[in-house]
């Protein structure tokens, strides 16, 4: 009897300790059940008359996530001492921002200050997922929303487009991401774009030689400067094949030297990471399981529980400037 008190004790204190037991499937069920239907309704609505909107949500929740916490922090507006990390070079490129409104307001019509901003992030990037041809994925809720930007240390999370891949995998190993499942997340750059400005460095003054020299040329017809204005909208599809699909062509890519990025190339130089680009790039299924299993991870990165944080009425403001 005593010992099995003991051992219940021991599992809640481990729920406890791994911060998860808050986030709970259909968190939304008594107080508001249409909740994750109306996501899904606005999120299809959108990406069928802005097919990238799917392509923004799944960005989105990596900005958002792997900066502290789950917390919508990203989608916060500069204004009243609050500087949004929207405004980072890291969040060079990221668009569509102003449909997240769009979503927040449908669920406002249904149920007020109930919903927050951070499970819009998880659950739009989840059906994003599955739009974009990938995986369906189980994702729990119950994330409240933050109060500040953390614009002041967002660099010292989100890796640049050139870092190096000790650097990105001790990124996501500090989210609790193992190799494998950084491998497989970096195949969400199976689709979208990347403007000129971080593609240049590789083909200026010389074509980094690991890029294959036919796909290196087309690269620079598509960047013809050295310097390109940030304000042009001159970019490269990341997968030219299937831009709209989230596939294993990405690794198929990266094997044939037609990777964009050096955080994406590098993937297939280190002992550490090739292993699985060989493996992703066999088999979409697996892929498709890997990333499932490593975008859960990252969902749930430290999310804001209980009375932490809030609920916010309007994504981009705080409630107290409301
Ligand atoms: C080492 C990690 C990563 C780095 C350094 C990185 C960097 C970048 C950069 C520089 C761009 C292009 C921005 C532009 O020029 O417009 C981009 C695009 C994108 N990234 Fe990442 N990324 C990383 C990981 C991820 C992860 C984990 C996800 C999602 C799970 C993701 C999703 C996307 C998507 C969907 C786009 C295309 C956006 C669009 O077309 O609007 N990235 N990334
Ligand atoms: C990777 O980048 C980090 C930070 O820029 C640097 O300290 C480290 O020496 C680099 N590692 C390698 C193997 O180049
Ligand atoms: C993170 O790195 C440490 C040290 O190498 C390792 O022991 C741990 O298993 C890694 N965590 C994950 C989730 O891979």
Not at 74 to 101: A, C, H, P, V, W
Not at 102 to 131: G, H, N, Q
Not at 197 to 226: A, S
Request: aromatic share 6%; hydrophobic share 35%; glycine share 6%.
């Amino acid at each position: 009897m005593a010992t099995k008190s003991v051992l219940l004790l021991l599992q809640l204190l481990l729920l406890l300790l791994s911060g998860e037991c808050d986030l709970e499937l259909n968190y939304y069920k008594e107080s508001c059940p249409k909740a994750e239907d109306i996501i899904t309704e606005q999120v299809t609505e959108l990406y069928n008359k802005h097919g990238n909107t799917a392509v923004s949500w799944l960005r989105n929740i990596f900005h958002d996530c792997i900066v502290e916490s789950c917390d919508a922090s990203l989608l916060l507006d500069t204004m009243n001492g609050i500087i949004s990390e929207k405004t980072s070079q890291r969040s060079f490129g990221m668009r569509n921002f102003k449909y997240i409104n769009t979503i927040k307001d449908a669920l406002e019509t249904e149920c007020p200050l109930t919903v927050s901003c951070a499970d819009i992030l998880s659950l739009s990037a989840r059906d994003a997922v599955a739009l974009l041809g990938g995986p369906h994925i189980k994702m729990k809720t119950g994330r409240r929303d933050s109060t500040e930007s953390y614009v002041a240390v967002l660099t010292d999370f989100i890796p640049n487009h050139d870092d190096n891949i000790s650097l990105v995998l001790s990124r996501f190993n500090s989210t609790g991401i193992d190799e494998e499942g950084t491998v497989a997340l970096l195949g969400a750059h199976s689709v979208g774009r990347v403007h000129c400005m971080n593609l240049v460095g590789r083909l200026y003054p010389d074509i980094d030689p690991t890029i294959d020299p036919d796909y290196g040329e087309g690269l620079r017809r598509r960047c013809p400067t050295p310097d390109p204005d940030p304000k042009a909208v001159q970019y490269a599809r990341n997968d030219p094949e299937t831009p709209m699909v989230l596939d294993n062509m990405y690794f198929k890519n990266l094997l044939s030297h037609k990777g964009l990025m050096l955080v994406d190339q590098q993937l297939v130089s280190d002992p550490r990471t090739a292993p699985f680009v060989e493996k992703m790039a066999s088999d979409n299924d697996y892929f498709h399981q890997q990333f499932s299993r490593a975008l859960i991870l990252l969902c749930q990165n430290n999310p804001l529980t209980g009375d932490q944080g809030e609920i916010r009425k309007d994504c981009r403001y705080v409630n107290s400037y409301n």
